[in-house]
């Protein structure tokens, strides 16, 4: 049995699909269409700690702090433009951090306060995060799907890469007899690339989905330095 036209075929399919940008062209029209819109796939570089540990050692101290988050109402109703057309709509992160704790249920209170020593809670936090983002067309992509005279982009095949380095401040307070103190705080460092951006969606740089990652490094951090396990 000759193998080497089989051979020779593979080659050149392979050849040819990494020529197309990661193989593009070979995705079904209903992972770019739907999929792509629900996943939103991609890449973090951080790598948060594990709290599974911290948990099983000190789950039940946890559930007796009260902890709440200060937020920003600067940031709600931002916005920006990106190539003079599309807005990238901006919630304050402290609203999504917020909720983002809410669902963990690791404190046995979750509070959203105007101003940290309002309200009967332990600690208090608060978030700033930023972002540079970069959406870059691929042109062999772009051209192709204009090409098939735009069928390319009805059906969904990905013409752009977008990816998004991020920064997120949090400061870490407690409750004293004089007010508020601060304790401690984090720093936490995020690169992020996303695929398969196309007509149908682009990714939301400021999305609950998208700063989780931050949020679970900073609640790392603050179980560590905030002495929320002594109690």
């Given at each position: 049995m ?6 020779s ?17 070979l995705?079904?029209p ?12 991609r ?11 911290i ?9 007796r ?12 109703g ?9 807005r990238?709509?901006r919630?304050d ?13 690791l404190?046995g ?14 600690y ?18 772009y ?8 069928v ?10 977008s ?18 103190e ?8 995020n ?17 609950a ?5 931050l ?10 330095e ?6």
């Amino acid at each position: 049995m000759r193998r080497f036209p089989f051979n020779s075929s593979f080659a050149l399919i392979a050849i040819v699909c990494l020529g197309l940008s990661g193989c593009k062209l070979l995705h079904p029209p209903v992972i770019s269409v739907i999929a792509y819109p629900l996943l939103q796939p991609r890449t973090n570089s951080i790598e948060t700690g594990d709290l599974d540990p911290i948990l099983e050692e000190s789950g039940e101290a946890l559930k007796r702090a009260k902890v709440a988050v200060v937020r920003n109402p600067g940031r709600n109703g931002w916005d920006s433009t990106v190539r003079g057309k599309q807005r990238d709509k901006r919630k304050d992160e402290n609203e999504l951090l917020y909720n983002y704790l809410r669902k963990q249920k690791l404190f046995g209170e979750i509070g959203l306060v105007d101003r940290a020593g309002f309200g009967d809670y332990d600690y208090y936090l608060t978030c700033n995060t930023e972002c540079i983002y970069n959406i870059e067309l691929d042109t062999l992509m772009y051209t192709w799907n204009w090409v098939l005279l735009g069928v390319g982009f009805l059906v969904g095949w990905p013409y752009q890469d977008s990816s998004a380095f991020y920064v997120a401040e949090s400061v870490f307070m407690q409750r004293s007899e004089a007010g508020t103190e601060t304790i401690g705080g984090s720093i936490a460092v995020n690169q992020v690339t996303w695929y398969g951006d196309n007509i149908y969606w682009r990714p939301a740089f400021y999305a609950a989905r998208t700063l989780k990652p931050l949020f679970k490094q900073i609640t790392y951090d603050f179980i560590l330095e905030s002495g929320v396990r002594s109690l």
